[in-house]
């Protein structure tokens, strides 16, 4: 199960690299950084992106232990499907019908982050720009709920944990080409990638009602093992 996991993140974490170049990429691209030697400059664009990896890692650490209070089969079932149906409505909300979908914890979540990161941008040095990479990990974002509904689902703290840094490490390669290379990679292809983004968004969410079905396909919907009660002997 947990192999299974983390190949899944990564190759989440992979597509959604190309949508975080468009939401994430400016502020990559604002890292007060250019004022550093070289090696600096290196080092504080990784200690931004495995600040990101760290807080998703802690993320999913808070995910399976709630997804450990559901260890029971049907209870596991139900929460895949409901899930599932939320990051679908949500990418029909969200990009087809172009409407914002958000609770407003969430806008008061994101409003106070970003208090925070005007505060690192404006005191860089290198832990900064880790502190920096943690916090915009829990700005709002389509790809990462789908990282979050998913690992929910599962039954374990270590694969949930594992799910969530793989997920992280998966985008760590565009975003690091970002941060390094800067204004040279503002190419249209960009737009064009992340106009695939609600389509992924959406086969996520049929995924996770298929897993939740439990209809014995392998990867796609494997069979989960209802809870039974065992009486000890004396």
Aim: with cysteine.
């Amino acid at each position: 199960m947990i192999t299974q996991a983390i190949l899944t993140g990564f190759a989440l974490g992979s597509f959604s690299s190309l949508h975080c170049i468009g939401m994430c990429g400016p502020i990559a691209l604002s890292l007060p950084n250019m004022h550093l030697p070289l090696w600096q400059q290196r080092v504080s664009a990784l200690l931004y992106n495995l600040g990101r990896v760290i807080t998703y890692s802690l993320i999913g650490a808070v995910l399976g232990l709630l997804g450990r209070q559901f260890q029971m089969g049907q209870i596991q079932q139900i929460i895949s499907i409901v899930m599932g149906v939320l990051v679908l409505s949500y990418a029909v909300h969200h990009y087809f019908i172009k409407k914002s979908w958000q609770p407003r914890f969430l806008d008061a979540i994101h409003q106070q982050v970003q208090k925070i990161m005007i505060h690192l941008l404006q005191s860089p040095t290198l832990s900064s720009f880790l502190l920096l990479g943690m916090a915009n990990a829990l700005l709002p974002c389509g790809m990462v709920y789908v990282a979050l509904a998913s690992a929910l689902s599962f039954m374990d703290i270590e694969v949930s944990i594992a799910f969530m840094a793989a997920f992280g490490i998966g985008t760590l390669p565009l975003m690091l080409l970002v941060s390094m290379l800067g204004n040279t990679l503002r190419m249209p292809i960009r737009a064009n990638l992340r106009k695939a983004t609600p389509y992924m968004i959406s086969i996520m969410g049929m995924l996770l009602i298929l897993r939740g079905l439990n209809l014995n396909i392998p990867y796609l919907s494997p069979s989960i093992q209802h809870a039974s009660t065992v009486v000890p002997c004396h």
